[in-house]
């Protein structure tokens, strides 16, 4: 290419950059910010599904502990009749999580295309290509390759998959920009919904819990009452499941979902005001900023629900 | 005070009412006033909490409506990409195709 074709090259790529908007040159930017997004709303979407699963369980297994202490009889009646959720009801929520997952996988897949870099190596390949059947067809006929033509083939398949791939970066800033604008209603909304569910199941895991240890210091005291009956071997197995009901009391109270939902609301709005700010690098690193923040606080939520299950 | 925080409200109750409870003995009737108390406010709570999840029902289905429609446009987004990738693979094809064609045909000349 000769340098004037450069020059000439350098100014419709500059030109084009201020046409389809200087963000459409680098839509790698915040590739890593909505992967840390995707990944951190991925744990908080299995705590919510772990509770909403796990609300029945708990009034399930209350009840049965508090007819077991009254020496009253169990019924499924009864055990219907305290459930919090009926099967339609913890379809519609996990349907509505589901969802929830698919809108930040779509995001990352957006943010993720490889489509610039495929257009950039088939425009490539396609230049190749017109080379090709220009040197063939000259030799057929017997004739020298056009030179002109032949110095032109290179520059115009790299113009037009510059253009390409202009349109496609423009194509997945539009998308990502649509997606999180027409995302931000729903997303916000369930968010709160679910904050308000998951506390409230929260809540009754913790009555739960609770209970627990006092039927727990119940028993050994029983046990203890029994002065010289009193058995050894029961004892001390009283006392192993006070110090169990303890050990999860302790990690209940780090495993409220609330703060998990809370980061992931903060983390939402950090990632609409980007999406409608104008993009500078100091808008870039404060999104940036805010999805670390909220990627190390639902880890933190999720290993305490993770260690729960495990108790 | 909202339906959640009466909740977190009597949830405290109920804990406070258990760490007491651990403190005496089964059989004194203050124990056993307190373990009725526990009892009604826990139902409470219960049917509290259960007004919260029917309430919500409706949002849920709105909700998903919406992250629904939002998720088909930004696979269509994605189709578009592939389209616009697909298009210059295409070219290349056919130009590939015309240099056979062109070959052949001189070959059948000649």
Same mark, same amino acid.
């Given at each position: 290419?000769t340098?004037?074709?450069?020059?000439i090259?350098?100014?419709?790529?500059?030109?084009?950059?201020?046409?389809?908007?200087?963000?459409?040159?680098?839509?790698?930017?915040?590739?890593?910010?909505?992967?840390?997004?995707?990944?951190?709303?991925?744990?908080?979407?299995?705590?919510?599904?772990?509770?909403?699963?796990?609300?029945?369980?708990?009034?399930?297994?209350?009840?049965?502990?508090?007819?077991?202490?009254?020496?009253?009889?169990?019924?499924?009646?009864?055990?219907?009749?305290?459930?919090?959720?009926?099967?339609d009801e913890?379809?519609?929520?996990?349907?509505?999580?589901?969802? +929830?997952?698919?809108? @930040? *996988?779509?995001?990352?897949?957006?943010? /993720?295309?490889? %489509?610039?870099e495929?257009?950039? $190596?088939?425009?490539?390949?396609?230049?190749?290509?017109i080379?090709?059947?220009?040197?063939d067809?000259?030799?057929?006929?017997?004739?020298?390759?056009?030179?002109?033509?032949?110095?032109?083939?290179?520059?115009?398949?790299?113009?037009?998959?510059?253009?390409?791939?202009?349109?496609?970066?423009?194509?997945?800033?539009?998308?990502?920009?649509?997606?999180?604008?027409e995302?931000?209603?729903?997303?916000?909304?369930?968010l709160?919904?679910?904050?308000?569910?998951?506390?409230?199941a929260?809540?009754?895991?913790r009555?739960?819990?609770?209970?627990?240890?006092?039927?727990?210091?119940?028993?050994?005291?029983?046990? +203890?009452g029994?002065? @010289? *009956?009193t058995n050894?071997?029961?004892? /001390?197995?009283? %006392?192993?499941?006070?110090?169990? $009901?303890?050990?999860?009391?302790?990690?209940?109270?780090?495993?409220?979902?609330?703060?998990?939902?809370?980061?992931?609301?903060?983390?939402?709005?950090s990632l609409?005001?980007?999406?409608?700010?104008?993009?500078?690098?100091?808008?870039?690193?404060d999104f940036i900023?805010?999805?670390?923040?909220?990627?190390?606080?639902?880890?933190?939520?999720?290993?305490?629900?993770?260690?729960?299950?495990?108790? | 005070?909202?339906?959640?925080?009466?909740?977190?409200?009597?949830?405290?109750?109920?804990?406070?009412?258990?760490?007491?409870?651990?403190?005496?003995?089964?059989?004194?009737?203050?124990?056993?006033?307190?373990?009725?108390?526990?009892?009604?406010?826990?139902?409470?709570?219960r049917?509290?909490?259960?007004l919260?999840?029917?309430?919500?029902?409706?949002?849920?289905?709105?909700i998903?409506?919406?992250?629904?429609?939002?998720?088909?446009?930004?696979?269509?987004?994605?189709?578009?990409?592939q389209?616009?990738?697909?298009?210059i693979?295409?070219?290349?094809?056919?130009?590939?195709l015309?240099?056979?064609?062109?070959?052949?045909?001189?070959?059948?000349?000649?």
């Amino acid at each position: 290419m000769t340098k004037h074709q450069t020059q000439i090259r350098g100014l419709v790529m500059l030109s084009l950059c201020l046409v389809l908007g200087l963000s459409a040159c680098s839509t790698t930017a915040y590739k890593a910010p909505i992967n840390q997004f995707n990944e951190a709303s991925t744990v908080v979407v299995e705590t919510s599904r772990a509770y909403i699963n796990d609300v029945n369980k708990v009034e399930r297994d209350k009840y049965v502990q508090d007819q077991i202490i009254n020496r009253k009889q169990i019924t499924l009646i009864d055990i219907q009749t305290k459930q919090l959720l009926t099967p339609d009801e913890i379809e519609l929520r996990l349907k509505a999580l589901s969802q +929830l997952t698919q809108y @930040s *996988n779509l995001l990352v897949k957006i943010a /993720n295309s490889d %489509a610039p870099e495929s257009i950039t $190596q088939n425009a490539e390949s396609l230049g190749k290509a017109i080379e090709k059947l220009n040197a063939d067809v000259s030799k057929k006929l017997g004739r020298p390759e056009n030179a002109n033509f032949k110095a032109a083939v290179g520059p115009v398949t790299t113009l037009i998959g510059e253009v390409a791939r202009f349109a496609a970066e423009r194509k997945i800033q539009q998308a990502l920009d649509k997606a999180v604008r027409e995302g931000e209603k729903p997303v916000k909304k369930l968010l709160e919904v679910l904050s308000t569910e998951t506390s409230a199941a929260y809540e009754r895991k913790r009555s739960y819990l609770s209970r627990m240890r006092t039927i727990a210091v119940d028993a050994y005291n029983t046990e +203890l009452g029994k002065g @010289s *009956n009193t058995n050894t071997d029961t004892l /001390n197995k009283y %006392a192993d499941q006070i110090k169990a $009901q303890l050990d999860k009391w302790d990690t209940f109270a780090a495993a409220n979902p609330q703060e998990g939902i809370a980061s992931m609301s903060e983390a939402h709005s950090s990632l609409v005001s980007y999406v409608n700010s104008h993009k500078t690098p100091k808008d870039l690193a404060d999104f940036i900023a805010e999805m670390e923040r909220f990627l190390e606080r639902a880890k933190i939520v999720g290993k305490a629900v993770k260690e729960l299950s495990e108790l | 005070m909202t339906k959640s925080e009466l909740v977190s409200l009597i949830g405290d109750i109920l804990t406070e009412i258990d760490v007491v409870s651990g403190s005496l003995g089964q059989n004194l009737p203050s124990r056993k006033k307190l373990d009725e108390l526990r009892g009604n406010l826990d139902e409470q709570q219960r049917k509290l909490v259960r007004l919260i999840f029917k309430e919500n029902n409706s949002e849920y289905i709105n909700i998903t409506a919406e992250l629904s429609k939002t998720n088909e446009e930004m696979r269509k987004s994605l189709n578009d990409l592939q389209r616009i990738v697909g298009s210059i693979k295409l070219l290349t094809k056919f130009v590939e195709l015309v240099e056979d064609a062109t070959l052949t045909a001189s070959d059948l000349v000649a």
